[in-house]
């Protein structure tokens, strides 16, 4: 619903037309304009005592000399000014003779354009008219009575307040009256004028949604050089308070910086440009805007250089990065020993820097876990995790992969191109796992990758800047490699900056316990381990380190009866290992518990079953699995070789 509002000298000025109106409609006082309802209501004015003019209106009527009193609004509504029609003016002159029998009329008028009139009045009359233009509603009134009574009038036509007052001092006087006419076109013109505005409001709403949603600040400059318009980003990107303080401000006053003042004047035209504004860095698009031949003035957008660097970021990691996270946490990690305990708080320290770190280790002591929780720990927690296995990487593709290609770099390459592993990295860490298998050739670009902070993809000549901490792995000595050629020293240097080595599960023996719990427990959270099944695994001898552990423990799970593991089921199991061994100090602790009174036996039956496995696995390595041989080195029947490799699960 929209309201029109008539500027009324007193409340019911105007009641005859807005009658005539009601009559017209189903409704009672509203009036229907397309799809819009329309409210029609008066606003009475005293210019005499002006406070000004309430404003909840969506379009105004103003009559006659009232567009001076809308000068003032709050808010900028259209405003339908209705002059006084030629017909209204003529119905009160005829009035005016017939009420009176005067011969000569006092009119008062409020625009010279109406001169043009008033000889054809006198023409069609017989009378003669004496003209008074009221510029303004501050006119002496009764200046004008006295000069009109002096020129030999007889009767006023005139608006309310002059009329009202020549009435109060006796003269013969006839109020302007607005025929219905008149006022319904005020009408259609108002709601036409709403609807305009109302679709005028709507579009710029819209328009200044766009531009204070846009990720850019936006300023325009007229061919004056002065700002007339900035949006929201703009100004919080130069810490601008309120639009008015810049407004039809040039960049000069408003302290810019030399640099934007230069590009604004030098008269060509950028699709990027990097400048200092106030001692940070933009990039600036510059464009001129002409209608047709004419110029109009100039439009300058800018944003801030880290910004847009954040946006990449934020880019990459949604569009490529997706799984390029890290998991596991210095919390996750599971151990009670003292030289565990000692790791992770040394992890935890090199978590805080942005050093290179190399992590060294058997296979399967958790290398990957300890590098992601670094990573989970330091300040670059929210960027990518990166991890890439350089022995799984065929040396073909390992360049395209980790620096990605432009279109067409290759026979096969993708059609658009491919980001790479290191771009996907940035702010963020990269995880290279077994760096000892990199061939030499690659060590040279990973060198340099390392030290310039910067790549280019395959077939590209852009340079990308790269912010990344690189965490190595390795299960090799990298040290005896680079004095074998097989590593380069410098690559090596830059990789160890800080050391970090894991111990292996037999070097950590009362966490294994703990650690089959924990793997038993991700399975089936009632099963339980018997004192004989825990030794039995503590003295065992883990060369596959905790991968190895976590697959017993999954095979464990399966295998037990009623969520009970025992002793026999650790055995089986154990047996069924290509490389079964048992550490000296792990054998004792499991002897010991073994051996009760008259308990001797089982201790020199595990003792024997032990060292007659591992004699036998020797032989057969030694003449290559030939079963033959094999016996006859053993000194003994085939057959008999083929029953204890079977018991032993060889």
């Not at 009420?99 to 109406?114: F, P, S």
């Not at 009329?163 to 108002?190: D, H, L, P, R």
């Not at 609807?195 to 004056?224: A, P």
């Not at 880290?306 to 569009?319: A, D, G, H, S, V």
Request: charged share 25%; glycine share 6%.
């Amino acid at each position: 619903m929209r309201k029109i509002g008539i500027l009324s000298p007193y409340k019911g000025y105007f009641k005859e037309a807005i009658f005539y109106l009601e009559e017209l409609n189903e409704k009672y006082r509203s009036l229907y304009f397309g799809e819009n309802e329309y409210i029609l209501e008066e606003i009475v004015v005293d210019p005499f005592h002006f406070h000004g003019i309430r404003d909840d209106v969506d379009v105004m009527i103003a009559y006659s000399g009232y567009m001076e009193l809308t000068k003032n609004l709050s808010k900028p509504i259209p405003i339908v000014e209705v002059d006084i029609p030629n017909f209204d003016i003529l119905i009160g002159l005829m009035e005016c003779k017939q009420k009176y029998g005067c011969q000569k009329v006092a009119l008062t008028i409020t625009k010279r354009n109406m001169l043009i009139s008033v000889k054809e009045f006198e023409d069609i009359l017989g009378i003669s008219i004496e003209l008074f233009i009221i510029d303004s509603l501050d006119t002496n009134y009764q200046k004008i009575c006295d000069l009109a009574l002096k020129r030999g009038c007889e009767a006023f036509l005139a608006h309310y307040y002059i009329g009202t007052y020549a009435a109060s001092k006796g003269i013969n006087t006839v109020m302007i009256q607005y025929s219905k006419s008149t006022f319904w076109q005020a009408i259609t013109e108002a709601k036409m004028a709403a609807q305009l505005y109302c679709l005028s409001q709507e579009k710029s709403v819209k328009l200044n949604t766009i531009l204070d949603y846009t990720d850019e600040g936006i300023i325009y400059f007229n061919k004056q050089g002065k700002i007339t318009s900035i949006n929201q980003k703009a100004m919080e990107l130069l810490n601008i308070e309120s639009e008015t303080s810049v407004l039809n401000k040039t960049a000069t006053a408003m302290i810019f910086g030399k640099e934007l003042i230069e590009l604004l004047n030098d008269g060509s035209e950028y699709k990027y440009k990097i400048i200092k504004i106030n001692h940070t860095d933009f990039t600036i698009k510059k464009i001129f805007v002409h209608l047709e031949e004419m110029s109009l003035g100039t439009l300058i957008t800018l944003q801030k250089v880290n910004n847009i660097q954040k946006l990449e970021e934020e880019i990459r990691k949604q569009k490529y990065g997706k799984g390029h996270i890290a998991k596991a946490c210095f919390k996750d990690i599971i151990g009670q020993s003292e030289i565990m305990k000692g790791v992770i708080a040394k992890a935890t320290k090199y978590s805080k820097t942005e050093s290179n770190i190399l992590i060294t280790g058997e296979s399967g002591t958790g290398k990957e876990i300890m590098a992601q929780s670094i990573h989970n720990s330091s300040n670059r927690k929210n960027g990518p995790f990166v991890a890439i296995n350089c022995a799984a990487l065929p040396e073909t593709l390992l360049e395209s992969e980790l620096f990605g290609y432009e279109e067409g770099a290759f026979t096969g390459a993708a059609r658009k191109g491919k980001i790479g592993l290191f771009e996907l990295a940035h702010n963020g860490t990269i995880f290279l796992d077994e760096i000892s298998e990199l061939p030499l050739l690659f060590q040279a670009k990973l060198l340099r990758v390392i030290q310039e902070k910067e790549v280019y993809r395959l077939g590209g000549i852009k340079v990308i800047p790269l912010d990344v901490r690189f965490i190595s792995a390795t299960n090799q000595n990298l040290k005896d490699l680079v004095e074998k050629g097989e590593f380069r020293e410098d690559l090596y240097y830059r990789l160890n900056v800080l050391n970090l080595n894991l111990p292996s599960l037999n070097e950590r023996r009362e966490d294994i316990f703990l650690l089959a719990q924990h793997f038993l427990d991700n399975n089936s959270p009632d099963i339980i381990l018997t004192n004989e099944a825990k030794l039995m695994l503590q003295a065992f001898d883990w060369p596959g380190n905790i991968r190895q552990l976590f697959n017993i423990c999954e095979q464990l799970s399966v295998l037990c009866d009623d969520c009970l593991v025992k002793e026999q089921n650790v055995r089986d199991l154990l047996y069924l290992q290509s490389s079964l061994s048992f550490s000296s100090e792990g054998t004792q602790q499991y002897s010991d518990y073994q051996m009760g009174e008259n308990d001797d036996q089982k201790a020199e039956t595990l003792q024997t079953d032990i060292s007659e496995a591992e004699k036998i696995r020797t032989v057969l390595a030694a003449v290559k699995y030939n079963r033959n041989e094999a016996a006859e080195v053993l000194n003994i029947h085939r057959s008999t070789l083929w029953r204890k490799m079977k018991k032993y699960g060889i």
